[in-house]
Nanobody, 129 residues
């Protein structure tokens, strides 16, 4: 089991940056895929970015070149640096992790919610134009 807690959400003007953090606790030593997802009001949850246990990253087309996922293994923390934010980035953002059985290689070609077993409570990002 792994517990996830997001932080760093808030309100920002379009074009600005924001960095989300996700603190992991529990069985963090296992090899897992970690990812960020978002869900806007009235829409389905969608993948934003993911990172393999070896550090390989994948991104949704809508955020490529603007968002960067990274992790600090020593701190058991996952990050999402978001730059050049747009109003369409408004959403609740969730951190997620796969089970040990799934392994450390994330879904390809882009993140999708199905393989992820553990989820945080989410942090709201609001971008104003």
């Amino acid at each position: 089991q792994v517990q996830l807690a997001e932080s760093g959400g808030g309100s920002v003007q379009a074009g600005g940056p924001l960095r989300l953090s996700c603190a992991a606790s529990g069985a963090t030593g296992a090899s897992r895929c970690m990812g960020w997802f978002r869900q806007a009001s009235g829409k389905e949850r969608e993948g934003v970015a993911s990172i393999d246990s070896d550090g390989t990253t994948t991104y949704a087309d809508s955020v490529k070149g603007r968002f960067t996922i990274s992790k600090d293994t020593a701190k058991n923390t996952l990050y999402l640096q978001m730059n050049s934010l747009k109003p369409e980035d408004n959403a609740m953002y969730y951190c997620a992790a796969t089970s040990v059985q799934f392994g450390g290689r994330c879904p390809r070609p882009r993140p999708r919610p199905g393989p992820f077993s553990f989820w945080g409570q989410g942090t709201q990002v609001t971008v104003s134009s």
